[in-house]
């Protein structure tokens, strides 16, 4: 599953993601959905940070 996120106020945010499945790997990829890195994970989920006006794109393999 790939899921974008869109920071539109021009300011830095932190977000989290959680979703209501299990999930085995999340990796942060470019525009392309090619992989750069692993996602930030906690007990409750992804926790992301966002620059001024950044397209994240994350993607999501369930169990």
């Not at 996120?5 to 106020?9: G, T």
């Not at 950044?54 to 999501?60: A, F, G, H």
């Given at each position: 599953m790939i899921v974008r996120?869109?920071?539109?106020?021009g300011g830095r945010a932190g977000a989290r993601l959680t979703v209501s499945f299990p999930v085995v790997r999340a990796q942060i990829t470019d525009l392309l959905e090619r992989p750069l890195h692993p996602a930030v994970t906690d007990d409750r989920g992804l926790v992301l940070e966002l620059r001024p006006f950044?397209?994240?794109?994350?993607?999501?393999t369930p169990a």
């Open positions: 996120l869109y920071e539109s106020a950044q397209i994240l794109t994350v993607r999501l």
